[in-house]
Structures are given as structure tokens and as C-alpha cells.
């Protein structure tokens, strides 16, 4: 069965056990910190989970701020991004364009590490999860039918003559003491396919040939399996990816590691409770949203150059209240800091701040303080509903410095391609042909902000 819900929108009963649900979610939120996602809010101690809201009276769940998916006991929960919520329309053939949407933003993520291979997929892909798999799969065991990346790696080996070097220590107490002095203790290089980023592979796909239910995606990872069958099993994480460099010759290869480090850094419990049926990858969409922002701005607009959450400037003396703006930019000469807000804006006509908080207007408040910093801009995703392109100006005046204006400006960008809920199929088509007007009109938003600082 599956359940399809939008961040902080609308609510479904869950017939299956629900209380086996809430136990799930809860033992997931306490292994949250496993990702660099679950940032320094979310670390204080609490005992309820973040992931849903369960509704006890009615047994209806509500979807909170993460988005992707969760695996429980034959049920399916598609958690999607709230921008997309339209209650006339059916989600489960949006998800498709939605799915392609969140690939599309996490192409541009630098934190999350998503590989620069993407296609868009079909409607017979409609798991996030798998279409992820598919993409790690297709794309490791065309890579390992070619070339299997071998490396240099310390060997500690007795043999019956020298190799590398003779461990003076160990051949004395483990081998000379105890007459099997014609065994020598050696340490050498070896040039092995058993080494650290193969078992970082191999670990993975089984762990995904275990999860997944698809048939190509277990035909793909059982070919990644045989190809890597000498290759020990050893239990690794995301940090053991972060170890793992390569030269610039062996770019294929360091986007498997960056899909690994995608699956181990933001997929919890697979074994929970030894059943690989429950699985959960999750994504707070706020920061995915803040980083899709940041690289784009990076890699699309040469005019301006991108420093992201400066972590040098406090808001007190005593350097108790770390100040952290999401992007800090320098347009020619001028400094302007903007911040992403992932909140729907301009949603009630009847609403004189349009959506905006005024705690959020404290907060650049105290950025421009601090920065010495006079203008400021918050920029607020488009929703499927609507998208506005009016600059909203507020003006705050400092009493304290003579009358100075601050100024804080708030933006929707359009960050989503509407013609995709009305296609039929998009299936295999590269992700920048299919999001090519879309980042034209992103691009010249955003030029047509900030150039004009310079």
C-alpha cells in the first residue's frame, strides 16, 4: 500500500500497524545523528521523532519537514516537498515529476554529495528510493565492466622470504621464539582489487540488493556482487567514503563513492529489528533547498562569488551565539548577505506580511548588525500553485546609526517546471535537457537580483 503526503499538509490513516510505525520512526530518529543533514537544531534531547506526526485519536499520519521515503512491513510512505501540494490534484501521478524534481535540485547540492550522473525516470520508477538504486546500480556495473579500481595497499603477511620489509619485533616474539624462524613477518605494498573503496562498494550493494524490490535494480547489484566477489565483506560507513580520494584521471569512480556515501549517510535501519523490509531515506528539505541555492549561484553566476554560513562573527561579546547566514556573497565590490527560506509566501491575499515571519526579519536584522552589512535578500521557493516574480522590499531604520537603512528584500525563485505534471512520460531523458527552461529563468532571476549590486 502506499501512503503519498506533503510536508505539513495533509494527513492519511495508515492501516497498517501503526504502532509499530511510531516505535520505527522513534529508533530512526535516535540514530539521526548519522547524517550531516540533522544539523545542531535538531541535536537536542527530545523523545518524539521529527519524521511524522502520528494522530492517535483518528490513527492518521501528518508528514513534518523531511522528505523521501519510509519501507514499513509492505507499506510505502512517500513524504514530498510541501510546494508541490495541490489538494485537486492526484498525487500519485505526480510523483513522477516530483521525484525528477528532487533529483534535479540534489544535482546542485554540494553537502548531500550527489553524483553529476542523473536521468530522469519514468512512471514506472515511482520509489525514490529505487529510482536511486537503479541510478547507483546501472551506473557502477557499466563502470566495473570496464576497469575494477585497484589500489596500493599494506600487506602484513608471513611468508618464506622477504617482502617489503621484515617487522623486526613481531619475527623475534611471534616466529623466532617459537622455533618457526624460516617464517618471516613482512609488511609490503600490494597492488589488490580487495581494497578499501571495493569493500565500500560491495557492502552497499548488498546492502540495496537486500532492500530493493525491483527486478532490474537486483539483476544490476547482483552483477556489481560477482564482479566484486574476492572483495572481503566488512561493515563500513559514510566516514570511511569521506576517506577515499582520487586523481583527476578517476572521476567515474568518485561518483560511486559519492553515490555510497548518498546511501550510507541518509539511509536509516535497514536492519532494524533484523527485518530489511523497513527502511527509511530521509531529507530535510530546508537544507536540501539552501544547498540546491548555494550551488547553483556557484556554478551558474560568474558575476558572483559564493561563501556559504561564515562561522566567525557572534552575535554577543562573550561569543556564546554563533551567527551563520546561509549565503554570503561578494557582487563586485558590495557584500550582501541572503539567506533561503524554505516557506510558502504570497499563499494569502489577505495577509499584510505575505507569509513572511518577523522572527526571520530579527534574524537578518542581527545579520546586518554584525556584518555591517545594509542590504539583505531572503529568497523563497515558487509553489505549484503559484509563483510570483514582485520584489518585496522592507525598510528598517537603526536608530542607533543615525537613521541607517537597512534593507531586506524577499524573492520567489522558480525553482520548479510545471509543464512536467502534464507529460505523459519523460523517461531517460537527461536531467538538464528536461530542466533546460528552468535553469534559464532560475538563472536570469537570480542575475536579475544581484547583478545590480555590482
Known amino acids: 500500500m502506499t501512503t503519498n503526503l506533503y510536508e505539513f499538509q495533509n494527513k492519511q490513516e495508515f492501516t497498517g500497524s501503526y504502532q509499530g510505525l511510531e516505535e520505527f520512526l522513534d529508533e530512526i530518529w535516535r540514530k539521526r545523528e548519522k547524517s550531516t543533514y540533522f544539523m545542531e537544531e535538531d541535536t537536542e534531547k527530545t523523545e518524539v521523532q521529527q519524521f511524522l506526526q502520528f494522530i492517535h485519536k483518528t490513527k492518521e499520519i501528518k508528514s513534518n519537514k523531511y522528505v523521501g521515503v519510509i519501507h514499513f512491513e509492505g507499506n510505502r510512505i512517500n513524504l514530498f516537498p510541501k510546494i508541490f501540494f495541490d489538494n485537486t490534484r492526484d498525487a500519485s501521478q505526480d510523483t513522477q515529476a516530483i521525484h525528477n524534481h528532487i533529483l534535479w535540485w540534489l544535482s546542485y547540492c554540494r553537502k548531500i554529495k550527489f553524483p553529476n550522473y542523473q536521468t530522469s525516470l519514468g512512471s514506472t520508477k515511482s520509489d525514490f528510493f529505487e529510482i536511486l538504486i537503479y541510478l547507483f546500480s546501472k551506473y557502477t556495473t557499466e563502470l566495473l565492466s570496464n576497469t575494477v579500481y585497484q589500489q596500493y595497499e599494506e600487506i602484513d603477511q608471513e611468508l618464506s622470504f622477504i617482502k617489503g620489509r621484515l617487522n623486526t619485533n613481531d619475527y623475534i616474539s611471534e616466529n623466532l621464539s617459537k622455533g618457526r624462524w624460516h617464517k618471516l613477518n613482512c609488511t609490503y605494498d600490494a597492488f589488490v582489487i580487495d581494497n578499501s573503496f571495493n569493500r565500500i562498494i560491495k557492502y552497499v550493494a548488498t546492502l540495496l540488493y537486500n532492500a530493493t524490490k525491483t527486478a532490474d535494480n537486483q539483476r544490476n547489484l547482483r552483477e556489481i556482487l560477482f564482479i566484486l566477489d574476492e572483495v572481503s565483506d566488512v561493515k563500513v560507513t559514510a566516514k570511511d567514503c569521506l576517506k577515499i580520494q582520487f586523481n583527476p584521471f578517476l572521476g567515474d569512480f568518485e561518483t560511486v563513492r559519492d553515490y555510497c556515501y548518498l546511501f550510507l549517510n541518509n539511509s536509516i535501519s535497514l536492519d532494524y529489528k533484523n527485518d ?127 537613521e541607517t537603512e537597512i534593507s531586506i528584500k524577499t524573492f520567489q525563485l522558480p525553482i520548479i517546471n510545471r509543464q512536467l505534471f502534464e507529460q505523459e512520460s519523460i523517461e531517460n531523458i537527461e536531467l538538464k535537457n528536461l530542466f533546460k527552461e528552468t535553469k534559464c529563468k532560475l538563472k536570469e532571476r537570480l542575475e536579475a537580483i544581484l547583478i545590480p549590486f555590482v
Open 276 to 402: 530489511l523490509k523497513l527502511f527509511a531515506f530521509l531529507l530535510p528539505m530546508e537544507y536540501v533547498f539552501e544547498d540546491f541555492i548555494f550551488g547553483f549561484i556557484e556554478k551558474e553566476i560568474e558575476q558572483v562569488k559564493t561563501l556559504s554560513q561564515l562561522r566567525t562573527t557572534y552575535l554577543d561579546t562573550k561569543k556564546s551565539f554563533l551567527l551563520k547566514p546561509d549565503l554570503y556573497l561578494k557582487i563586485g565590490e558590495k557584500n550582501v548577505i541572503a539567506d533561503t527560506k524554505y516557506k510558502i509566501i504570497y499563499s494569502d491575499i489577505h495577509d499584510s506580511k505575505n507569509g513572511i515571519s518577523q522572527n526571520d526579519l530579527y534574524q537578518m536584522l542581527a545579520y546586518s548588525v554584525r556584518f555591517k552589512v545594509e542590504e539583505i535578500i531572503l529568497f523563497y521557493p515558487d509553489t505549484i500553485n503559484n509563483y510570483q516574480e514582485q520584489e518585496n522590499e522592507i525598510i528598517i531604520k537603526d536608530a542607533l546609526a543615525d
